[in-house]
C-alpha cells in the first residue's frame, strides 16, 4: 500500500513538472505571438500609408507618360512630312 501511495505520489509529481514546463512554452509562445502581432500591425499601417502616398503619385505618371506619347507622336509626325520635302 505504502509503495502505491508513494509511487502515485511520483506520478502526481511528474505530472505537474511536466504541466508546469508546458506552461512555460506556452508563456513564450504567447509572447512571441504578440511580438509577431504587433510587428504584423505596424507593417499593415506603413503599407496602407504607402498605399495612399503611391495613389497620389500615379496621377503624376500617367500625366509624365501621356506628355512623353504626345512628344514621340510630335516627333514621328514631323519626321515623316520632313522626309517627303527632301
Known amino acids: 500500500m505504502v509503495e502505491l501511495a508513494a509511487g502515485l505520489k511520483r506520478n502526481a509529481l511528474a505530472l505537474q513538472n511536466g504541466l ?4 512555460r512554452v506556452l508563456d513564450s509562445v504567447e509572447r512571441s505571438v504578440e511580438a509577431n502581432l504587433s510587428g504584423a500591425k ?45
Open 20 to 23: 508546469r514546463a508546458g506552461e
Open 42 to 86: 505596424r507593417a499593415a499601417e506603413r503599407a496602407s500609408q504607402l498605399h495612399a502616398a503611391s495613389r497620389a503619385s500615379c496621377w503624376h505618371t500617367v500625366l509624365v507618360f501621356l506628355a512623353v506619347a504626345v512628344a514621340f507622336m510630335w516627333t514621328a509626325l514631323l519626321i515623316r512630312t520632313s522626309k517627303s520635302r527632301l
